[in-house]
């Protein structure tokens, strides 16, 4: 059945028609000399997007995937660990480390509000805080719309010698990640949102002090063992059987983000923040981030005398827009619209003029 329906949040993004006939085409070896071709210049396309020469592994997982690997191969059980909470990932990451042992301390802003890198400094400058191993981030906080102040935090961090790690799942291919510029040690993120593919594949950019701790890590681990990953990165192949067809559709994604270039992808990506913050205020919808906080990738609205479930069944309905709801304590409170990956911004003057339509109903 043909599918009208807009997708207006943040993961699964919309996905370009010639993305989807790489998908549609007949699967090949993943030892063949042909994907040894396509893996070269999709690994060549991820450093440039991830702006770093660290390696950028390729797993078959989602993002959460990717975050999992990036705890369980740099660290160990017992290991202290900084995490920052304000929102539902930031939850998953303080969950996934103490998962697994790690001795887990919170740095909270409330969901809506920043993580103030001051805290971050504060708690690291500590005299006892020395054997704090690593730091842990997320980047864009999806579940309310905001954006940390990861260069900050990562400075606090730098200055102290701990890991970062960074969940990057929102902010990659839409907002400034420089991960060389910054020394993000592992940044992991998905194929769902940024990237302009379907959800499947999970990336995790890891750097030489990452590496070093590797070699000492004590997790369990195998089929997420980025080192086999690494060693078999090199032959351009991956240790395990992966959708062959996800990677002739990220070789198609990154020639078409190449080809727009990074700072246009990010001037896009801010534009339509703006616009979408812009025609929230106009509408009289308060927004649930502050400005100067807001995420790129994704706008959180909390109307007052307007159900946020309502107005998400009606756009549905009537105008075939898909809008993300409130995830854990903002059920029904707010409602978030994605502006990630491929969307233009006819798509945000669509998605505007529903709502206005929406509200009159
Ligand atoms: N981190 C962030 C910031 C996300 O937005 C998401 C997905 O929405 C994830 C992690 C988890 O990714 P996945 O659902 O692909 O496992």
């Not at 390729?58 to 304000?86: C, H, K, Q, W, Y």
């Not at 400094?121 to 005299?127: Q, S």
């Not at 981030?137 to 990861?150: A, I, K, W």
């Not at 978030?336 to 006819?346: K, W």
Request: with cysteine.
């Amino acid at each position: 059945m043909d599918n009208k329906l807009m997708l207006m949040i943040p993961g699964p993004t919309p996905v370009p028609e010639s993305v989807l006939l790489a998908l549609a085409k007949h699967p090949i070896g993943h030892r063949s000399g042909e994907f040894g071709t396509i893996m070269a210049e999709v690994t060549a396309g991820l450093k440039w997007l991830h702006q770093t020469e660290n390696d950028v592994l390729i797993l078959t997982a989602s993002g959460t995937g990717a975050m999992e690997a990036g705890i369980i191969n740099f660290l160990s059980p017992g290991d202290r660990v900084l995490v920052g909470t304000n929102g539902k990932f930031g939850d998953r990451w303080a969950q996934l480390a103490e998962g697994f042992g790690l001795n887990v301390e919170r740095v909270t802003a409330e969901w809506g509000k920043a993580l103030d890198p001051e805290d971050f400094r504060t708690r690291l400058e500590a005299d006892t805080a020395k054997d704090i191993k690593a730091v842990i981030v997320t980047h864009s906080e999806t579940s309310t719309g905001v954006l940390n102040d990861l260069e900050t935090i990562n400075r606090h961090v730098k200055a102290h010698g701990a890991l970062i790690i960074v969940d990057a799942v929102t902010s990659l291919g839409a907002t400034n990640v420089p991960i060389d510029e910054w020394g993000l040690d592992v940044v992991a993120s998905g194929s769902q949102k940024g990237f302009m593919l379907p959800p499947g594949l999970g990336f995790v950019a890891v750097g030489p002090k990452a590496w070093e701790a590797y070699a000492t890590a004590k997790i369990p681990r195998f089929y997420l063992d980025l080192g086999k990953y690494r060693k078999d990165a090199a032959k351009n192949t991956t240790p395990f059987t992966p959708p062959v067809n996800m990677f002739f559709a990220l070789q198609v994604a990154l020639k078409m983000m190449q080809a727009e270039g990074l700072e246009n992808i990010f001037a896009r990506h801010h534009r339509q923040m703006n616009a979408t913050r812009a025609a929230m205020k106009a509408l009289g919808l308060p927004l649930f981030a502050a400005d100067g906080t807001s995420s790129p990738a994704i706008t959180a609205v909390a109307p007052v005398g307007v159900e946020s479930e309502k107005i998400r069944s009606v756009m549905k309905k009537k105008f075939d827009i898909a809008l993300a709801g409130g995830q854990d304590d903002l059920k029904g409170k707010i409602f978030r619209v994605g502006h990630l990956g491929f969307v233009c911004d006819r798509d945000i003057l669509t998605a505007v003029g529903a709502l206005e339509a929406t509200l009159i109903e």
